[in-house]
């Protein structure tokens, strides 16, 4: 059983400052300090999200610092996550709760798995809370409860203790496929259906829907609601939304650049084009799942070619590919991630698959999207072994020697019509 992550956000962009300062056509006006906010917390929430970029960029390496590309995807990271933080600001109510959506391809705060949905609710530490819906039939349903946040230090990334895990696919449905659980410290009197124990300390709900096969496995849906307090929500007071207004930039200034250096770590530590072991039990990692990851560092006429045994029996595998901010690769208009469902497994048994700028003609393959560096990132769930494959970088013209003579060929018309129909159903996938 592990915590999962509070996904939050991070920044917006003070335009203001800017428009005062533009002055007439053709003429110099002097700079004028814009005035404070009459919305209590309005103008802090600005300053304190000002310099969330250059907070990202602190965190990689100089190089990279200096190149524009870079510098705007920083700022696409830093808005990234203030979506995420202004979204929870807006949703988030333990008393009136709703699961909201948390990282996702738009959102890429943290990392996010290519296969999983996301959602997340605040509760009340020793609150009673129902949950309702239809089951689904997802690969993995996990409800995961989340505490506080312990003190952080510079460059930790340590979110906790590990905490209870649910399981939405082990609840009890009825003809229509239909669950109700109840969440709570203690049981309540009487009841004698489903039932999930809360630790009394946690503040939230974390859901992940994982799907292998996108087209066949359907999400579950979900409600909740606090049966503790009346169902009737009483309009929030001025001091509640002013301190979610000043959570803002705390929760952005957190998440956005928590993650940025470990592209810049990983080839510090010599894994380049090859890949290590990684232990995120403290890190929001579940359990049962081992990770493994490593930087990629490619030329167009390369490939990184990763080889491995499957374990004989595993419940779910896929590989994703990041940038060197560690944003998950735009998996939705590129095929930069794979899991067991999308897999060619070899006719020895073996798994191949090819990290290449170009495509390489072979089913296996991850697009690396323009990036020309970044990070190879696979998870093994709840599987017999949790091997950790080996990666050799060869030149893409050598690849075919490489591989097993009967190899399927994937021409390009092919591999058209698999990106649309990849991105047409991801898109039908439920995300927001």
């Given amino acids: 059983m592990r915590i999962v992550p509070v996904f939050k956000g991070v920044a917006l962009v003070a335009l203001g400052a800017a428009l005062l300062q533009a002055g007439g056509a053709g003429a110099e006006a002097p700079s004028v300090p814009a005035p404070a906010s009459t919305v209590p917390g309005w103008s802090d929430f600005l300053d304190g999200l000002r310099d969330l970029p250059d907070r990202i960029l602190a965190r990689i390496p100089a190089e990279q610092r200096s190149d524009p590309q870079v510098r705007q995807e920083a700022g696409r990271l830093a808005l ?162 002013e301190q979610k207004l000043r959570g803002i930039p705390v929760a952005a200034g957190f998440i956005a650049p928590l993650l940025a250096d470990r592209p810049a770590k990983l080839r510090g530590e010599g894994y380049v084009n090859r890949l290590k072991a990684v232990d995120f039990s403290e890190m929001g990692g579940l359990a049962g799942q081992f990770y493994f990851e490593g930087a990629y560092d490619l030329k167009d006429d390369e490939a990184l070619l990763i080889e491995t045994k499957l374990p004989e029996k595993c419940t779910y595998q896929s590989l994703i590919l990041t940038n060197d901010l560690y944003e998950t690769t735009d998996w939705y208009n590129n095929q930069s991630s794979l899991n067991g469902a999308q897999t060619h497994l070899d006719s020895d048994g073996v798994l191949r698959v090819v990290v290449a700028a170009k495509d390489p003609g072979v089913p296996n393959w991850l697009d690396t999207s323009g990036y020309r560096t970044g990070v190879v990132q696979g998870r093994w769930m709840e599987c017999s072994s949790q091997p950790v494959p080996a990666a050799r970088k060869i030149a893409l013209k050598d690849l075919r020697g490489a591989l097993p003579a009967d190899t399927p060929t994937v021409t390009s018309q092919q591999r058209e019509a698999i990106l649309r129909d990849r991105r047409a159903t991801l898109q039908q996938r439920p995300l927001w």
Avoid at 132 to 138: A, F
């Fill in 80 to 241: 990234s996550a203030v979506a995420a933080a202004t979204i929870d600001a807006l949703a988030a109510d333990p008393d009136h709760p709703a699961f909201i959506p948390q990282i996702n391809n738009y959102i890429t705060t943290g990392q996010p798995n290519a296969d999983t949905n996301y959602r997340a609710a605040k509760i009340a530490p020793g609150g009673t809370y129902r949950l309702r819906g239809l089951r689904g039939s997802m690969n993995q349903a996990r409800i995961a409860e989340a505490g506080p946040r312990p003190q952080q230090t510079a460059g930790s990334v340590n979110l906790g203790a590990p905490r209870p895990v649910h399981d939405i696919n082990a609840l009890k449905v009825d003809a229509e496929g239909r669950y109700d659980v109840i969440l709570s410290p203690e049981r309540p009197p009487g009841h004698v259906g489903d039932w999930w124990q809360l630790d009394p300390t946690t503040n939230m709900l974390l859901v992940r829907m994982v799907a292998s096969d996108w087209n066949a496995e359907k999400e579950p849906t979900l409600s909740i609601e606090r049966l503790d307090v009346p169902a009737v929500r009483p309009r929030p007071a001025a001091a509640v939304l």
